[in-house]
Antibody, heavy 121, light 111 residues
Framework: QVQLVQSGAEVRKPGASVKVSCKASGYSFTNHYIYWVRQAPGQGLEWMGIVNPSGGSTNFAQKFQGRVTMTRDTSTSTVYMELSSLGSEDTAVYYC??????????????WGQGTLVTVSS | QSVLTQPPSVSGAPGQRVTISCTGSSSNIGAGYDVHWYQQLPGTAPKLLIYGNNNRPSGVPDRFSGSKSGTSASLAVTGLQAEDEADYYCQSYDSSLSGVVFGGGTKVTVL
């Protein structure tokens, strides 16, 4: 069965960076994109970007461009999301998700369990 | 501000029917992009509830249904049950933003 297992909770100081991992199993890793979505406490879902595990290409939401990096390691079927210059507003649960193509648009069929990133001085 | 607009909350008694609206624009729902819905129970990851406007994944009760018209979509829950108390999010694609967009979420309360 498809599984996305994320790394554990992180605490960072303002201005630092954080790298979250998402290990995929149960399917062919390079055949499916991975999305990253975050959720601030008590808030809604926010799309951050997408990484193609096959070639490593990425596409980011404009809000995060210049501050986010998404990479993959095909040898371990793991994707990484690194966010830099953290501020308190980056405190959130970060999810990886595997999209499935629909008739007109993609939907997020499989989700990781989420990683809480807390930014605090 | 979310690109897709949902009511913050809806409520209903057990057994009743509730609907959640999701309003977009000509660059997302109105452009013909599919709308998908997710259910999020407290402290858990979102779960796919409806995909492609009106399709249920295996295991989702037929009490949940979706529809889409023009620049809006709706999620209906009939025969409301206590276990349906959760947050619900709509999602689509926006061509102007070249990315995925979500609604702000709707909290369903079972009275």
């Amino acid at each position: 069965q498809v599984q996305l297992v994320q790394s554990g909770a992180e605490v960072r100081k303002p201005g630092a960076s954080v790298k979250v991992s998402c290990k995929a199993s149960g399917y062919s890793f390079t055949n499916h994109y991975i999305y990253w979505v975050r959720q601030a406490p008590g808030q809604g879902l926010e799309w951050m970007g997408i990484v193609n595990p096959s070639g490593g290409s990425t596409n980011f939401a404009q809000k995060f461009q210049g501050r986010v990096t998404m990479t993959r390691d095909t040898s371990t079927s793991t994707v990484y999301m690194e966010l830099s210059s953290l501020g308190s507003e980056d405190t959130a649960v970060y999810y990886c998700a595997r999209p499935t193509p629909g008739t007109s648009g993609w939907y997020l069929e499989y989700w990781g369990q989420g990683t809480l990133v807390t930014v605090s001085s | 501000q979310s690109v897709l607009t949902q009511p913050p909350s809806v409520s209903g008694a057990p057994g009743q029917r509730v609907t959640i609206s999701c309003t977009g624009s000509s660059s997302n729902i109105g452009a013909g992009y599919d709308v998908h819905w997710y259910q999020q129970l407290p402290g858990t990851a979102p779960k796919l509830l409806i995909y492609g406007n009106n399709n249920r994944p295996s295991g989702v009760p037929d009490r949940f249904s979706g529809s889409k018209s023009g620049t809006s979509a709706s999620l209906a829950v009939t025969g409301l049950q206590a276990e349906d108390e959760a947050d619900y999010y709509c999602q689509s694609y926006d061509s102007s933003l070249s990315g995925v967009v979500f609604g702000g979420g709707t909290k369903v309360t079972v009275l």
